[in-house]
């Protein structure tokens, strides 16, 4: 077990490879009442809950992005009315990292902000949506743009969760532990280097490592820069592409296989302007192709792309701005790429 503190809005801590059910007991203790969401998918595997004097609801939300929408959002605002919810309340998000996202908003906005713990049981919610403090829900003009800061008090990492997983959201969370690898920590890029995600999630060692490696990046860069005013962009190295195609494709994917086609296409767009090796532009494509992880998209959607990346969270004044690399583990921003350079590397995945 290990604990990594994250300091922000307020301090809490990351608590890896424990057993949440007895975790979240003392956390319990002076609650009148606790709210506990969770995706229908993980519904009946609530079990084993610590006895306590508070009053457990079990609230059910929809699947994946599907639930952070507005009315799931509004629904589960009446339920804590209806149960009268107060301030010493606690609500308790238990799945990925949809759920982490929409119940750490319910808790910020529910009589200006309650407490909130996160329990992701998937390995991208461990790694990145449950940890930082970002929360929030989806518009009809893309992902995550109605939302708020606001800090659980608490992450409680199971790593027992990972048995529910296929191999497929295994390997999507990779895409996001490798993207900190890229940005930061380079001992991540070189335990992925040749591995495939079967062989990555049967070494519980080193699962662990990648997970606890992972987790200390993001909370190193979110401590010194909550609310991402600009160090903490860094964390969407990525995710301009991989947003866009989230909508695009209606999340038909998941989060962590558009992240990996962002990558391909951030290391392209740094190699084309000439900041970044043909090598390191062709390690993204080689570790991910390797833990399966989609590294294509179609050449005919380029348009909607493009026009959905105009409204990304870094963008500015219809600026677009892109996190880049130089070199593992150093950062910079590509401001105003031209119109052919962001063509040409586009093409590049997708030919």
Same mark, same amino acid.
Request: hydrophobic share 45%; with cysteine; glycine share 6%.
């Given at each position: 077990?290990?604990n990594?503190?994250?300091?922000?809005?307020?301090?809490?801590e990351?608590?890896?490879?424990?057993?949440?059910?007895?975790?979240?007991?003392?956390?319990?203790?002076?609650?009148?009442q606790?709210?506990?969401?969770?995706s229908?998918?993980?519904r009946?595997?609530i079990?084993?809950?610590?006895?306590?004097?508070?009053?457990i609801?079990?609230?059910?939300?929809?699947?994946?992005?599907?639930?952070k929408?507005f009315?799931?959002?509004?629904?589960?605002?009446d339920?804590?009315?209806?149960?009268?919810?107060?301030?010493?309340?606690?609500? /308790?998000?238990v799945g990925?990292?949809?759920?982490?996202?929409?119940?750490?908003f319910v808790?910020?906005?529910w009589l200006?902000g %309650?407490?909130w713990v996160?329990?992701?049981t998937?390995?991208?919610?461990?790694?990145?949506?449950?940890v930082?403090?970002?929360?929030g829900?989806?518009?009809?003009?893309?992902k995550n743009?109605i939302g708020?800061?606001y800090s659980p008090?608490?992450?409680?990492?199971d790593?027992a969760?990972?048995?529910?997983?296929?191999?497929?959201?295994?390997?999507?969370?990779?895409?996001?532990v490798?993207?900190?690898?890229?940005?930061v920590?380079?001992? /991540?890029?070189?335990?992925?280097?040749?591995?495939?995600?079967?062989e990555?999630r049967?070494?519980?060692?080193?699962?662990?490592?990648?997970?606890?490696?992972t987790?200390?990046v993001?909370?190193?860069v979110?401590s010194g820069?909550?609310?991402?005013s600009?160090?903490?962009?860094?964390?969407?190295?990525?995710?301009?592409?991989?947003?866009?195609?989230?909508?695009?494709?209606?999340?038909?994917?998941?989060?962590g296989?558009?992240?990996?086609?962002?990558?391909?296409?951030?290391?392209?767009?740094?190699n084309?302007?000439g900041?970044?090796?043909?090598e %390191?532009?062709?390690?993204h494509?080689s /570790?991910?192709?390797?833990?399966g992880?989609?590294t294509?998209?179609?050449?005919r959607h380029?348009?909607?792309?493009?026009?959905?990346?105009?409204?990304?969270k870094?963008?500015?004044?219809?600026t677009?701005?892109?996190?880049?690399?130089?070199? /593992?583990?150093?950062?910079?921003? %590509?401001?105003?790429?031209?119109e052919?350079?962001?063509?040409?590397?586009y093409?590049?995945?997708s030919?």
């Open positions: 077990m290990s990594i503190s994250v300091s922000a809005d307020r301090k809490y990351v608590e890896i490879d424990i057993n949440w059910q007895a975790a979240i007991k003392p956390l319990l203790v002076d609650r009148g606790v709210a506990i969401i969770v229908e998918a993980m009946d595997r079990v084993g809950l610590p006895e306590s004097d508070a009053q609801h079990i609230f059910t939300v929809p699947d994946s992005e599907a639930g929408s009315a799931t959002y509004q629904k589960v605002l339920w804590l009315g209806a149960a009268g919810f107060t301030r010493n309340d606690l609500v /308790i998000a990925g990292g949809a759920v982490t996202d929409l119940s750490g808790a910020s906005t200006r %309650i407490d996160a329990v992701p998937t390995l991208a919610a461990m790694v990145d949506a449950a930082g403090g970002k929360t829900i989806n518009s009809e003009y893309g743009l708020s800061f008090i608490s992450v409680l990492v790593l969760w990972l048995e529910t997983l296929s191999d497929r959201d295994f390997a999507a969370g990779l895409a996001e490798l993207k900190s690898g890229f940005i920590d380079r001992v /991540i890029v070189e335990l992925l280097k040749g591995k495939s995600v079967q990555v049967s070494d519980r060692a080193l699962t662990l490592e990648l997970i606890s490696r987790v200390g993001k909370a190193k979110v820069d909550f609310k991402e600009f160090d903490r962009e860094i964390l969407n190295y990525g995710h301009t592409l991989g947003h866009a195609i989230e909508l695009h494709c209606k999340y038909s994917l998941r989060h296989e558009c992240v990996s086609i962002g990558l391909v296409f951030a290391a392209n767009l740094a084309q302007t900041i970044l090796s043909d %390191i532009t062709q390690l494509l /570790i991910l192709q390797k833990l992880l989609p294509t998209y179609e050449s380029w348009a909607e792309l493009r026009a959905s990346m105009a409204i990304d870094k963008s500015r004044s219809g677009l701005r892109f996190v880049a690399i130089s070199e /593992i583990g150093k950062t910079l921003r %590509i401001e105003a790429p031209s052919s350079d962001l063509l040409a590397a093409e590049r995945l030919s």
